[in-house]
């Protein structure tokens, strides 16, 4: 009998889990069986494994091969166990040594010919290796480029089973850690391409720097995807941690570009409005897969002709607009992903939709039943609307607007002192303070709340966004 063990990583959505991956060679009729709770792609690792070994010059064992995935009880998805399986094996049949095998992890596909191809969410794996104390990671060197953004961990590109076999056997090398430049000055939509909107520009710039929801409605061709497609430039750039959160999300989608993989600008998603739930929050079968937002974690999720999308994908939004996190049950487990985004919102005020409100031939019925889609649990979540009017001739006269350059430096000071004013409580922006912090530690007095209780009285705000917005302007 003999035994060979290799490592590879589960990642099960942005967490990962050390796999261990035994093969066994006995006496017996020839035969390849995988165990462990395999997914198709795995159990077609088989015919991938077998064919890789043979073509790189090694002989198949011709006796009873065993393949144990442990932990037994977790699924295992994907073909990005096809090198540590090949190495199981090759170890077993004592082709290679276990000095440096039991030191390492291994990550990638195998082609027929032997060749590693790259797979999706090597980041969030090789982040899973450091924190169980792994000293180093071997993944396709189609991947090594995103590898290498985790720091403390040895990180090394095969381009071939041949070229691992020989460094597991200390006779070659493999390629070493890539280490880019990462350009964070990449050009941004203009917010002075903006024509006149005073109104909305300054709403925009007020969610920009309260991290607030916001809901722009309008005629069509009035100016709302251009303001919601400036907002991303007008927030702070990402940190460190927050960057490789955003990232490990978009490498386990498979997003991820091979010359820059370090994303360090607030993303921007913009889903169309005929998309599902599962396309919203995330779905798919097996264990699912990261949707728009958490794609948009840490950056704006743009919901364009929000009216026409269906109800029960954005009742969905709640959940995670409440939590900063999506969790989805599906047959093979539990995936939890960030999703702690801004939410943009714009429709237009009716069916009809003319571009000057005064041609407009809907009912007032129709009307209320158009914007009444939106549900009110869903808006109490939004902090800030704006209706937004044509733009009348002497905008153009006016003198240059704002350029986003500008303003991202008020928002800048804006979140930085914030971030002073909340750091005691646990918070960074003003959309995350709580009613109840305000009301107990920051009660205002009564000439102040004097126009907002007004307001509420005429039925015109809520009383969650009194509080909120009084406290916060």
């Not at 991820?256 to 739930?277: E, G």
């Not at 009564?446 to 907002?452: I, K, R």
Request: glycine share 8%; aromatic share 4%.
């Amino acid at each position: 009998m003999a035994l060979g063990r290799a490592f590879s990583v589960a990642v099960r959505g942005v967490a990962g889990e050390i796999v261990e991956i035994e093969a066994d060679i006995t006496s017996g009729l020839p035969g390849f069986h995988l165990v462990g709770l395999p997914d198709a792609a795995l159990q077609e690792s088989r015919d991938r494994v077998r064919a890789a070994i043979v073509n790189c010059g090694n002989r198949w064992p011709m006796a009873r091969l065993t393949l144990a995935l442990s932990p037994a009880t977790l699924p295992k998805m994907g073909s990005v166990y096809d090198v540590a399986l090949a190495a199981a094996v090759l170890s077993a049949d004592r082709k290679i040594l276990c000095t440096r095998l039991e030191k390492t992890v291994l990550l990638g596909e195998l082609a027929l010919d032997g060749r590693v191809r790259p797979v999706r969410g090597v980041l969030p794996a090789v982040l899973a290796a450091k924190r169980e104390g792994w000293p180093a990671v071997v993944v396709p060197v189609g991947n090594l480029a995103e590898a290498g953004l985790v720091a403390g961990i040895e990180v090394s590109g095969a381009r071939t089973l041949r070229q691992l076999q020989a460094w597991l056997e200390s006779k070659g090398d493999l390629e070493p850690r890539v280490d880019l430049d990462i350009d964070d000055g990449a050009a941004v939509p203009d917010l002075a391409d903006v024509v006149g909107q005073q109104q909305a520009r300054f709403a925009v710039e007020v969610a920009a720097a309260g991290a607030h929801h916001l809901m722009l409605t309008g005629p069509p061709g009035i100016g709302k995807t251009m303001l919601a497609r400036r907002l991303p430039g007008l927030l702070p750039a990402l940190s460190e941690q927050e960057s490789l959160e955003v990232t490990a999300i978009h490498s386990v989608a498979g997003l991820l570009s091979a010359t820059t993989p370090l994303i360090t600008r607030p993303p921007f998603v913009a889903p169309h409005h005929t998309s599902s739930v599962a396309a919203l929050v995330g779905g798919g079968s097996g264990l699912a897969r990261p949707g728009a937002v958490s794609r948009a974690h840490r950056g704006v999720l743009f919901l364009d002709e929000c009216a026409e999308i269906n109800v029960s994908a954005l009742e969905a939004l709640r959940t995670p607009l409440e939590d900063g996190e999506i969790r989805l049950a599906r047959r093979d487990g539990v995936a939890c992903y960030p999703a702690r985004f801004q939410l943009v919102l714009a429709a237009n005020p009716c069916p009809c939709a003319p571009a000057d409100p005064r041609d407009c031939i809907c009912a007032a019925a129709a009307k209320r039943r158009y914007l009444g889609r939106l549900s009110g649990p869903l808006m109490d979540r939004v902090d800030l609307r704006v209706e937004m009017h044509p733009v009348r001739m002497r905008a153009f006269a006016a003198a240059e607007a704002e350029s986003t350059a500008h303003v991202r430096g008020r928002v800048a000071s804006a979140r930085d002192a914030a971030t002073q004013r909340w750091r005691p409580h646990g918070f960074r922006t003003n959309a995350e303070v709580s009613g109840t912090l305000l009301r107990r530690r920051f009660r205002l007095g009564s000439a102040a709340m004097q126009p907002l209780r007004s307001a509420l009285e005429r039925g015109l705000l809520m009383a969650p966004k009194v509080a909120l917005m009084a406290w916060l302007s």
